[in-house]
């Protein structure tokens, strides 16, 4: 699959692998403690930069899989799941607040974590972005299909990563609208990874340099 193939509209789930987010969930609340989402998401961290015992994978995608898989599970466990196809307007809220809320199936629930890209850097409209994490999720729409939602990070000075965009196909043409905080517009990506300007016409291709996959997850627990 090439690699912004996970943009891709389709009718079943892309997504192969999962990490322990499950098992750890429960074991947390059978130990009865009163984790919070950031112990939770250190606990899958931990656990996948331990099975990847040849560490073939860089160690920052693996960290920000297992911080970012745990945070999908138990947004919907509480119905904080952002899920753009079923929201009448552009603003974001939760799933929680919608009226059919709970006759959402389990894949309008959850933000299905497929891809993590690592793009060193790339340039639009003057305007630079360096150190950028490109986060694929999957969600089904009203008609079932599987729509990709994006996010765009990047590490801070104190190593954190920092959420400055999000996108996803809002006209169903095939494309991802992005709302990055630099532009007051919008922008586009398609499923060539090109993000491309409509005011100016102006495009980039974003050039993946390390790419961690749900499949790659899986290999780590056979």
Do not use: C
């Not at 193939?5 to 059978?30: F, M, W």
């Not at 799933?95 to 629930?109: F, G, H, P, V």
């Amino acid at each position: 699959m090439k690699d912004f193939d996970s943009l891709l509209k389709t009718k079943t789930s892309k997504r192969t692998g999962s990490s322990n987010v499950i098992e750890i969930y429960r074991q947390a609340r059978k130990e009865n403690k009163d984790y919070s989402l950031e112990d939770l998401q250190l606990l899958n961290t931990n656990d996948l930069l331990n099975r990847d015992i040849k560490h073939k994978i860089d160690k920052h995608i693996l960290a920000l899989w297992g911080m970012l898989d745990m945070k999908s599970f138990v947004d919907a466990i509480s119905g904080n799941t952002i899920n753009p196809y079923f929201l009448n307007t552009k603003d974001l809220h939760p799933i929680k607040d919608l009226s059919d809320y709970t006759y959402l199936s389990d894949e309008a629930r959850l933000l299905n974590l497929l891809d993590i890209k690592y793009i060193k850097k790339f340039e639009l409209e003057g305007v630079s972005f360096s150190e950028v994490f490109l986060v694929t999720y999957e969600v089904t729409d009203k008609n079932n299909d599987f729509r990709p939602y994006v996010t765009f990070l990047t590490l801070n000075q104190d190593n954190q990563f920092i959420e400055f965009g999000y996108g996803y196909d809002t006209n169903d043409n095939g494309n991802v609208e992005l709302f990055l905080s630099s532009y007051n517009y919008l922008v586009y990506l398609t499923t060539k990874g090109v993000i491309h300007s409509p005011l100016s016409g102006k495009m980039t291709k974003l050039k993946v340099q390390d790419i961690l996959t749900s499949e790659e997850i899986a290999k780590l627990y056979k």
